[in-house]
């Protein structure tokens, strides 16, 4: 009776330290790894998200670039640091949902070495070429990768990136051959579009609305299931290949075994965030629509995007290069 005792009591003053640990929170800095290089979609959100989530907590949120391995040299730093809410990420498809599928053995486990903190958005990538490639539409692009096959080049964020799976399913669903060449960002594949380095690209709102505006690129198609508000006149690729369906999601994600309070108070600030009007605005205006979910709306997102990645990656025979 004795020994049960002291387990209860053991147990009870570890959840008053964790209690306690939660309400001190934060106490230092937070590191709020991108695993990719600075000036992408990734970055820019994480740079507005940290921003205000330093505003909220009272501590400084500092922004840690780690780019690799398409985004598993980062978010394995994430899985392996302490769970107490110090090292969060900014999570997207590729190092969490694609990359399973990719690679034989990660340094780390997808649905189990993370606490979901939040959905941030999901964003429409956008199907751009240089404005001297000579195609208005997926149809003509598709017409004109069939007449050249292998010459057409799409770049993307990296191996198993959303840009790359969103290429891989349309080399699959319109039968054409493309060459994938990988950059090491969004950011750099963006730019070697816009220098005619490659035809094309897949890239994330974010990113690429500001260069179609100014007309450095031609927006083909979204990569959406619907239109973009903000580009009401640009087709989705389904119109024209129906089922296509592509796009990059964003959320937070903490190590796991970080205490369910600290999870629920960055819950809370990043949601609250999320729903201010100037940074609902911000992302709006941006084609992305803010979403804020719960943790575990977010850990079923998570889950279901894993298995439909797992059927892309097979369908489409998809490699790393």
Known sequence: MGFRINVGIAAALACAFTGAAAQQYPAKPIRFIVPYVPGGGTDTLARLVGQKLSEGLGQSVVIDNRPGAGGVIGTEIVAKSPPDGYTLML???????????????????PLKDFAPITLITIVPAVLAVHPTLPVKSVKELVALAKSKPGQLTFSSSGNGGTGHVSGEMLKMMAGVDMLHVPYKGTGPATTAVLSGEVSLTFGNMISVLPHVKSGKLRALAVTTAKRSPVLANVPTVAETLPGYLSGPWYGVLAPAGTPGAIVSRLNQEIVRILRSPEVGENLRSEGADPIG?????????????????????????????
Do not use: C, N
């Open 91 to 109: 999570a997207s498809a590729s190092p969490i949902t694609v990359a399973p599928h990719l690679h034989k053995q990660l340094p780390y486990s």
């Open 293 to 321: 979910s719960s943790p575990a709306e977010f850990a079923a997102h998570l889950k279901s995007e894993t298995e439909r990645m797992g059927k892309v990656v097979r369908q489409s025979k998809m490699k790393v290069d």
